[in-house]
T-cell receptor
């Protein structure tokens, strides 16, 4: 049972480049989330999705877009990366089909550096 | 709306107890606790719903006082494996976001 799988684990980008972070869960969970974690800031919610086809903004959505491709997959896209988006990104999921509910399972994270 | 955690850091010897507090300036619907070891993903420990219930997880338990808008995490007879950063998350009625505190770094030494 893999749980929540994120790819890639590490990435270095140049300012202005774009990329998509991938996330998949195999627990048949309804809700999925994207968080960023910065030193001293705790976890901050970027976007979440309560079910396939629905997405909502979290606390820090600017500069990001998301797609809930199906029940398993929830991707995060940076259209034009900026140094301020250097962070560790976590995807998470929970059984809940209504929000807000706390995330229960986290992926291992993507360490993203933007030069 | 970010909850405030205290202390920011604590060092314990094996077998000692610790309390980590999480306070909010707003009314809370629920509080949830996580532990994160360095370089790893956060691990969900427990959720406490409005009603003042206390829940337990091994030798780690927590309480939720909705009148005081705060929760406390209790770690008893600490073990080396308890080391990590503990985060509380809070849910405010009517809000669409869940907010996390900045964490309490717990270090258990032999």
């Amino acid at each position: 049972n893999a749980g929540v799988t994120q790819t890639p684990k590490f990435q270095v980008l140049k300012t202005g480049q774009s990329m998509t972070l991938q996330c998949a869960q195999d627990m048949n969970h309804n809700s999925m989330y994207w968080y960023r974690q910065d030193p001293g800031m705790g976890l901050r919610l970027i976007y979440y999705s309560a079910s396939e086809g629905t997405t909502d903004k979290g606390e820090v959505p600017n500069g990001y877009n998301v797609s809930r491709l199906n029940k398993r997959e929830f991707s995060l896209r940076l259209e034009s990366a900026a140094p301020s988006q250097t962070s560790v990104y976590f995807c998470a999921s929970s059984e809940a089909s209504f929000l807000p509910q706390p995330p229960q399972h986290f992926g291992d994270g993507t360490r993203l550096s933007i030069l | 709306q970010q909850p405030v955690q205290s202390p920011q850091a604590v060092i314990l010897r094996e077998g000692e107890d610790a309390v980590i507090n999480c306070s909010s300036s707003k009314a809370l619907y629920s509080v949830h606790w996580y532990r994160q070891k360095h370089g790893e993903a956060p691990v969900f420990l427990m959720i406490l719903l409005k009603g003042g219930e206390q829940k337990g997880h091994e030798k780690i338990s927590a309480s939720f006082n909705e009148k005081k808008q705060q929760s406390s995490l209790y770690l008893t007879a600490s073990q080396l494996s308890y080391s990590g950063t503990y985060f509380c998350g809070t849910e405010t009625p009517g809000a669409n976001n869940l907010f996390f505190g900045t964490g309490t770094r717990l270090t258990v030494i032999p």
